[in-house]
């Protein structure tokens, strides 16, 4: 079965850089589009990037936009997901993701989601 595994979360201070990893398994990677979402607490997930199957388009949340950017490898089969000049209202559960379709356009809302990690912590001090 799909499993997506992330990691590279932790403690960063306001300012700080981290880069998340979501390493896929038992999925064609190089055929799916990915995202990342995030939850905070008391609040929903939210969309916050996601990148085509080729790795050729991306598309950002304004709130992360220019700040954020996602790549993928597929010869790895890992998608990333670097994260710049964070602010403690970043701070949030990660989530990676993989859609319900194969190729297609950039999807963009968690119902087209269908496999998901078990996210990653990350926690941002002002």
């Known amino acids: 079965q799909v499993q997506l595994v992330e990691s590279g979360g932790g403690l960063v201070q306001a300012g700080g850089s981290l880069r998340l990893s979501c390493a896929a398994s038992?999925?064609?990677?190089?055929?799916?589009?990915m995202g990342w979402f995030r939850q905070a607490p008391g609040k929903e997930r939210e969309f916050v990037a996601a990148?085509?199957?080729?790795?050729?388009?991306?598309n950002y949340a304004d709130s992360v936009k220019g700040r954020f950017t996602i790549s993928r490898d597929n010869a790895k089969n890992t998608v990333y997901i670097e994260m710049n000049s964070l602010t403690p209202e970043d701070t949030a559960v990660y989530y990676c993701?993989?859609?319900?379709?194969?190729?297609?356009?950039?999807?963009?809302?968690?119902?087209?989601?269908?496999?998901w990690g078990q996210g990653t912590q990350v926690t941002v001090s002002s």
């Open positions: 993701a993989a859609p319900r379709v194969p190729f297609g356009r950039l999807w963009l809302r968690e119902d087209e989601y269908v496999y």
């Open positions: 990148i085509s199957w080729s790795g050729g388009r991306t």
């Open positions: 038992e999925l064609p990677f190089s055929n799916y589009g």
